[in-house]
């Protein structure tokens, strides 16, 4: 079944660490997102990519980088962790040819100390 | 900018009763809005979308929402729930084919 898959599921790490939190679909999707869930807060777009040579930062960009292998991969980045990134992160894609509609992977839980 | 308040952070009901959770959002143009679930350790799932048409949108597993222009609300409804129904539910909102605004959540927790 076309899905969208995330490794690690867990990631304990520590400060200053650098840590890739990688996404993989097989939906044939064009688009793809990553996101961040903090308790209370929903979730919030951290980048954004319309296809292997379009990259654009979201509304929490700041500290985080990301990289297109191609057009199934979509990975995630953080140089220098800090414990304020903990929080569960969730890849999305969408096709442009249906509107909106966006398919998420199973998360990562991620645990800066 | 557009944004989403959904009204109630926590939502207890008996299982067989009906639950509403209510969705506010603002926004200066027309906007397509959705209701996500997120059941436990799982990603979000989408539940119904309304897009344009018809106001009263249906959705899987018997839930169903009324987007109401004049009052900015687009409320999720079930008439009998079920213990399997306890999740957290997302209202999200976008003004274009790619960006979702989500709000805070609700989480339902339904007790036999």
């Known amino acids: 079944d076309a899905d969208v898959t995330q490794t690690p599921r867990n990631r304990i790490t520590k400060t200053g660490k650098r840590i890739m939190l990688e996404c993989s679909q097989t939906k044939g999707h064009d688009r793809m997102y990553w996101y961040r869930q903090d308790p209370g807060l929903g979730l919030r777009l951290i980048y954004y990519s319309f296809d292997v040579k379009d990259i654009n930062k979201g509304e929490i960009s700041d500290g985080y980088s990301v990289s297109r292998q191609a057009q199934a991969k979509f990975s995630l980045s953080l140089e220098s962790a800090i414990p304020n990134q903990t929080a569960l992160y969730f890849c999305a894609t969408s096709d442009r040819r249906r509107s909106n509609e966006q398919f998420f992977g199973p998360g990562t839980r991620l645990t800066v100390l | 900018a557009q944004s989403v308040t959904q009204l109630d952070s926590q939502v207890p009901v008996f299982e067989e009763a009906p639950v509403e959770l209510r969705c506010n959002y603002s926004s200066s143009v027309s906007v397509y809005l959705f209701w996500y679930v997120q059941y436990p350790n799982q990603g979000l799932q989408l539940l119904l979308k309304y897009l344009s048409g018809s106001t009263l949108v249906k959705g899987i597993n018997g839930f169903e929402a009324e987007f109401n222009k004049s009052q900015t609300s687009f409320h999720l409804r079930k008439p009998s729930v079920h213990i399997s129904d306890t999740a957290e539910y997302f209202c999200?909102?976008?003004?274009?084919?790619?960006?979702?605004?989500f709000g805070a959540g609700t989480t339902v927790t339904v007790r036999a």
């Open positions: 999200a909102v976008s003004v274009n084919d790619y960006k979702l605004s």
